[in-house]
């Protein structure tokens, strides 16, 4: 008993040292490989020394699979050996061995390349935003700074899978609670009668905004104290970064419609008795959302976007979440995207992004079939609101427009 406990201790920690050979030299094998291939001066063409390179590219992940298999054998007992006769034929044998070596996870092989607009759209979108990074023209509290002067508690939105290697910073009103599923799905830490959860859909919703179940820059700090800074950067560069943004105005009215139209105690007592008291010539509110409901009660549109315009409201405490700009969630100038979906393009940028994360084998994006609040209803919306606020909120959430290429809306600012 303690002998093979040993040994399987040795097995493991052996393997894993390998692993980590692997994984730090892994670099240079890319490195040479990609010296080899690139001409160094355009002189006549002379055969290269491909062939010998081949060979050693390819091997590489066979080997891994291979220390994948040896362990294999030694953690999962039971299936090492065949338990009926072993069959005499071996084209079968091959078949069953071939099975049991299967890597859990396999990259899903795509037949088709990726749709060239999509590549495009990325592309410009990056490019946009590090344009508009570096135009002076556009300004806003925090662009100049550098990620080290950020403050940890800004860094909350931006959850981590070291599983797979990505960061998703998340924006309340735009598609976070489905991302968030597919965080959780991904970092595998919710079990469902022991294996993990893999229906998005499947989880509940106070769950996914539980922030236990999310780990995010901000508590990197408790985990790794004076190093946490440094991680992050290591981390900001190694993994795949992206985020999802909408019309910054028709963000504001989901919000809106979701906080305030529906009945909810939190948003009702934190924010709706304030907007009452100082918008609504109600100098005491009702005391609870049911019973403000109930008299038919509740601040208008136009009282929240009086909040949001409030030199007040900053002094009080920063935007919620669900109103606070982009920029200042996710500080796009600090931080380089590699990925930027919008919220109107949200199903083929949500298949391109787990195809470019190489997890659209692990999950699929859940398909929203909720009544999703649409642009073609802000001039709806706003026709309550004076123009002189509506021009004034532009400049409020003018970054945001503008860093992520939405257009100004000119027929409201100019009636
Ligand atoms: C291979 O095994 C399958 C069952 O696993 C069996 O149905 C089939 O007949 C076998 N093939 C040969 C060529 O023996
Ligand atoms: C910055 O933005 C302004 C306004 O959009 C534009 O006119 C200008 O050309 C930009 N500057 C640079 C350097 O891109
Ligand atoms: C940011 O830098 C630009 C020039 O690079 C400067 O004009 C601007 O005042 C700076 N803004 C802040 C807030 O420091
Ligand atoms: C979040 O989850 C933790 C543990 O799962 C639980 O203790 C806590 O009460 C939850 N918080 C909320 C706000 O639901
Ligand atoms: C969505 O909501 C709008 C107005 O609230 C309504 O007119 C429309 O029929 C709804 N659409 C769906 C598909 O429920």
Same mark, same amino acid.
């Given at each position: 008993? +303690? ?12 393997? !894993? ?12 094998? +890319? ?23 081949? *060979? ?21 007992? +039971? ?34 390349? @990726? ?18 990074? !570096? ?6 509290? +925090? ?11 800004? @860094? ?43 229906? *998005?859909? !499947? ?54 419609? &979701? ?25 005491? *509110? ?74 659209? &084998?692990?999950?699929?994006? *859940? ?46 600012? &100019?009636?």
């Amino acid at each position: 008993m +303690g002998t093979s406990r040993m040994f399987r201790i040795f097995v493991v920690l052996g393997s !894993a040292f390998m692993i980590l050979l692997i994984i730090i030299y892994w670099d240079d094998v +890319g490195a040479s490989h990609f010296y080899l291939h690139t001409p160094v001066s355009p002189g006549p063409k002379v055969p290269h020394p491909v062939p010998q390179k081949r *060979p050693q590219t390819s091997r590489a992940p066979s080997f891994l699979s291979d220390i994948d298999a040896f362990v294999n054998q030694f953690l999962e007992p +039971g299936t090492g050996e065949p338990t009926d006769a072993a069959p005499a034929d071996t084209s079968n044998q091959s078949e069953k061995a071939e099975e049991r070596y299967i890597p859990r996870r396999e990259w899903k092989i795509h037949l088709t390349p @990726l749709a060239p607009e999509l590549r495009d759209r990325q592309e410009q979108r990056r490019r946009l935003l590090q344009e508009m990074c !570096a135009n002076d023209s556009i300004l806003f509290h +925090g662009k100049n700074r550098s990620f080290d002067d950020i403050p940890n508690k800004e @860094l909350d939105h931006l959850i981590v899978d070291d599983r797979h290697g990505i960061i998703y910073c998340y924006v309340p009103k735009v598609a976070c609670s489905n991302w968030k599923r597919i965080m959780i799905i991904l970092s595998e830490s919710l079990l469902q009668e022991g294996v993990p959860q893999r229906d *998005p859909l !499947a989880i509940p919703r106070d769950l996914v905004h539980n922030s236990s179940m999310h780990f995010t820059f901000n508590k990197f700090w408790k985990r790794y104290g004076k190093f946490a800074r440094h991680l992050m950067k290591v981390k900001l560069k190694k993994y795949t970064k992206f985020l999802f943004v909408r019309d910054p105005f028709v963000r504001l009215i989901s919000a809106y419609r &979701n906080k305030f139209e529906l009945p909810n105690e939190d948003f009702y007592r934190r924010f709706a008795q304030v907007m009452l008291r100082r918008y609504g010539n109600q100098p005491t *509110p009702p005391a609870s959302v049911d019973e403000a409901f109930s008299l038919g009660i509740h601040p208008s549109f136009s009282h929240f976007i009086q909040y949001l315009l409030d030199p007040q409201t900053e002094k009080d405490m920063p935007f919620n979440e669900h109103w606070r700009q982009v920029y200042r969630l996710c500080h796009p100038c600090q931080i380089q995207y590699d990925f930027v979906g919008h919220l109107e393009t949200a199903e083929e940028d949500a298949e391109h992004l787990l195809r470019l994360l190489r997890v659209d &084998n692990v999950v699929e994006f *859940p398909t929203s079939s909720r009544n999703l609040t649409a642009s073609s209803w802000e001039s709806d919306w706003f026709s309550t609101v004076p123009v002189e606020a509506r021009r004034e909120l532009y400049k409020l959430y003018e970054p945001d427009f503008r860093l992520f290429g939405y257009e100004k809306p000119d027929s409201l600012l &100019n009636e």
